[in-house]
Nanobody
């Protein structure tokens, strides 16, 4: 079993920045892949970025590339999503997820953290 805990969400003004964190515990290793998704009310869940727990192989969705970046701290089993130049349309629940290097599906999810961007 793997547990994921997100933190760092909150209210920010448009144009501002926020960094949210996802800490993994349980049966993980550095090859586990950690992803960030978001879902706004009435919208489909959207993939944002992914990285290995080791901090290697970052991947950021084109829709947020240039504004969002992902990084990892292997020693802390934590992955960060840095969000800059935030827009009101970035308002959503942000969730992290993880899977082993051999899995093809995202197997474990955190509870999510709310990010609200005011205009």
């Amino acid at each position: 079993q793997v547990q994921l805990v997100e933190s760092g969400g909150g209210l920010v003004q448009a144009g501002g920045s926020l960094r949210i964190s996802c800490t993994a515990s349980g049966r993980t290793d550095s090859n586990y892949r950690v992803g960030w998704f978001r879902q706004a009310p009435g919208k489909r869940r959207e993939f944002l970025a992914a990285i290995s727990l080791s901090g290697s192989s970052p991947n950021v969705a084109d829709s947020v590339k240039g504004r969002f970046s992902i990084s990892g701290d292997n020693a802390k089993n934590t992955v960060y999503l840095q969000m800059n130049s935030l827009k009101p349309e970035d308002t959503a629940v942000y969730s992290c997820t993880t899977r082993s290097s051999t899995s093809t599906t995202w197997d474990y999810w955190g509870q999510g953290t709310q990010v609200t961007v005011s205009s």
